[in-house]
């Protein structure tokens, strides 16, 4: 069965530091998809980054890059320059089976400080 | 980009009254959604998949007859649900993408927040 685990509940970062938010998958189909949501308070899910189970290179979006570990079966989110506004529950989520169908992690709550 | 508008974006009713959630795509069209269910601190979970004319897809466990879906043109999902009670209090969210674009163009709308008194 497809599962997502993000093991930290809470993660503190400096501003300017980054971090790097953990995210492991088990699925048995060969296609998938991980993706990265920020949910700020206010509940819109903002997406942040993909990665295709068959690319070859680390997903890269500005300040945020996948670290894709296929043989682990790890995706983590490394934010680069850690801002105030970072500040938000982070989801790393996984489709499967050539779909849009998405299931999540339990997610990371996201803490950014002076 | 693509844009997904949910409707309302909250809403409060008494217990054992029927409640309708809209969920457009605005910009493109869409043969599936997909309605996800958040309790407060927690994650999201898949509820359903709506398909444009036919009968939607629930998840194990989701009741169909409690979540009463229709996904009657190519913008256009509902979620309806039904006799709602305190436990059905949670914030719904759908998501859509364009027509043969690929997964990581999935966009979500801004959710909706049911609190059944």
């Known amino acids: 069965a497809q599962k997502i685990t993000q093991t930290q509940p809470g993660m503190f970062v400096q501003e300017k530091e980054a971090v790097t938010l953990d995210c492991t998958y088990d699925t048995s189909d060969p296609s998938y998809g991980l993706f990265w949501y920020k949910q700020p308070s206010s509940g819109e899910m903002i997406f942040l980054i993909y990665q295709g189970s068959y690319d070859q290179q680390n997903a890269t979006e500005g300040r945020y890059s996948l670290n894709f570990q296929k043989a682990r079966k790890s995706a983590n989110l490394v934010i680069s320059a850690s801002q105030l506004g970072d500040s938000a529950m982070y989801f790393c989520?996984?489709?499967?089976?050539?779909?849009?169908?998405?299931?999540f992690g339990t997610g990371t709550r996201l803490q950014v400080f002076p | 980009g693509a844009v997904v508008s949910q409707h309302p974006s909250w809403v409060i009713c008494k217990s054992g009254t029927s409640v309708k959630i809209e969920c457009r795509s605005l910009?493109?069209?869409?043969?599936?959604m997909f309605w996800y269910r958040q309790f407060p601190k927690q994650s999201l979970m898949l509820m359903a998949t709506?398909?444009?004319?036919?009968?939607?897809?629930?998840e194990q466990g989701v009741e169909k007859d409690k979540f009463l879906i229709n996904h009657a043109s190519l913008t256009l999902s509902t979620l309806t649900v039904t006799s709602a009670h305190p436990e059905d209090s949670s914030f719904y969210i759908c998501?859509?993408?364009?027509?043969?674009?690929?997964?990581?163009?999935?966009?979500f709308g801004a959710g909706s927040r049911l609190t059944v008194l």
């Open positions: 910009d493109f069209q869409a043969t599936t």
């Open positions: 998501s859509a993408s364009p027509i043969d674009s690929g997964a990581n163009v999935l966009t």
């Open positions: 709506s398909n444009e004319g036919s009968k939607a897809t629930y």
């Open positions: 989520a996984m489709s499967f089976y050539n779909t849009d169908k998405l299931i």
